[in-house]
């Protein structure tokens, strides 16, 4: 199908769905790679849930070295998106480089068992995040290839909530697992490594991979392009849309407090016990899992633009909510409130907007180039937050960052203006 390989029209699965009618609203391998995301993330969500605690209270860690290990574990993947999501173009193979991502996150899993000292954590967790930074463009190409314009919000909004399901079983399952092992730790990591190997399989066996041989187009003739070249996907940035996009992403996610310190700053905030921190990301995870579907369905209908500010209005009151609410038995519920709906208006949302703006044979180059803006940016916010909370504390380094959180949104706003591309 035209979708991994290019081999077939570029209409054609938007045309199929309109045939086989209205209720026909994501393509199947949406759905497959949804299926593929949620196994995936619970693994990489049951590790996630423990290894803050892990490495802070277990290792003894300090906030700065835990903020550096944090940056690399949800930065390092801005160093390899640009290539995972060259090479798929360039070899129109989408299914290829998503395998070999997923492939490498899921080899070191059971790697965590071994290490213990910073240099080998970081060397682990760099590997694992090399492995999402090459899945991620070609996945996301994947689904956008497949879906017409108008319904990229709702399709990716599918995705992101199938994904968030992982995100819930995940922080539930290493709850449980703490509890129930006595070396809970270890075993965390070891069944993290066999859900993780399960997620690969469904994706080598169940989505479509590029077909051997060559079809013809809707005019007869075979496709006969020639690779993708580097600088035709450099050449995206004079897109004036595109390099707004980039641009907002990354000042936005200058001042995106990563999750491990949302979450240790809540812990701390509302008096919660250690057994019961793996649980806060299922909080975040419900809200997101609910709304993702919704939100993604009201950016197309009303904007992107909107929805995509609103949900950083949101993450700007949680963090309002840490620095000076109470600390009531309430608190924890609304603050992860907050941060889901953020994740359920962001995260599908920026890559469907890319639907009218990148074509089609470098669509994974140009979720790349976003998505490699705001991993980048979001990797010095881990470490700049780190050095702060521990030279002054963790209040003022949460202020400092909504404060500029505050500011990039109305920059983004002013740069992100209504058009008839995103809306």
């Known amino acids: 199908m035209y979708l991994t390989d290019r081999s077939a029209p570029g209409q054609a699965d938007t045309e199929q769905g309109r045939r086989r009618g209205p209720g026909r609203r994501v393509a199947p391998v949406v759905l497959v790679l949804g299926s593929v995301s949620l196994i995936t993330d619970i693994s990489s969500e049951m590790v996630t849930a423990v290894l803050p605690l892990y490495l802070v209270t277990t290792l003894g860690f300090t906030p700065l070295v835990f903020g550096t290990l944090d940056g690399v574990y949800n930065g390092v993947s801005a160093l390899v998106q640009l290539t995972g999501g060259h090479i798929a173009d360039r070899v129109r193979n989408h299914k290829l480089m998503a395998g070999l991502g997923y492939g490498l996150s899921a080899l070191c899993k059971p790697l965590l068992l071994l290490v213990s000292s910073v240099g080998a954590l970081g060397t682990v967790l760099a590997l694992d995040r090399t492995g999402k930074g090459l899945r991620t463009a070609p996945r996301d190409a994947m689904i956008s290839l497949s879906t017409p314009p108008e319904r990229q919000g709702r399709a990716f909004g599918v995705h992101r909530a199938m994904d968030t399901t992982g995100a819930m079983l995940g922080p539930l399952a290493a709850f449980f697992i703490l509890r129930a092992a006595t070396d809970g730790y270890d075993a965390v990591f070891g069944v993290s490594a066999c859900v993780a190997v399960l997620g690969v399989l469904v994706l080598v066996l169940f989505v479509p991979g590029r077909r051997r041989d060559t079809r013809p187009d809707e ?23 595109l390099r707004a996009l980039a641009l907002c992403a990354a000042l936005l996610g200058l001042t995106t407090v990563s999750d491990a310190f949302v979450y240790l700053l809540l812990q701390r905030r509302a008096g919660i016990a250690d057994e019961w921190f793996p649980l806060l990301p299922l909080g975040t ?13 009201l950016a197309d209908r009303i904007g992107r633009r909107t929805v995509f500010l609103a949900g950083h209005v949101s993450l700007l009151t949680g963090y309002a909510l840490l620095l000076w609410a109470p600390a009531t038995p309430a608190l924890p519920f609304l603050v992860l409130a907050l941060h889901g709906v953020f994740y359920a208006a962001t995260d599908g949302v920026l890559p469907a907007a890319l639907a009218d703006v990148v074509p089609e044979q ?27 909370w521990t030279v002054w504390g963790d209040g003022p380094a949460l202020a400092g960052s909504a404060i500029g959180l505050l500011c990039c949104a109305v920059v983004a706003g002013m740069v992100l203006r209504p058009t008839g591309e995103t809306r």
């Open 219 to 241: 005019a007869g003739v075979a496709d006969s392009r020639p690779p993708v070249r580097v600088r035709e996907a450099l050449a995206l940035l004079r897109i004036p849309r």
């Open 285 to 297: 995870a419900a809200v997101f899992l609910l709304l993702a579907v919704p939100f993604g369905a």
């Open 362 to 388: 470098l669509r994974a180059s140009g979720l790349a180039i976003v998505g490699t803006s705001q991993a980048l940016a979001r990797f010095c916010c881990s470490l700049a937050f780190g050095a702060a």
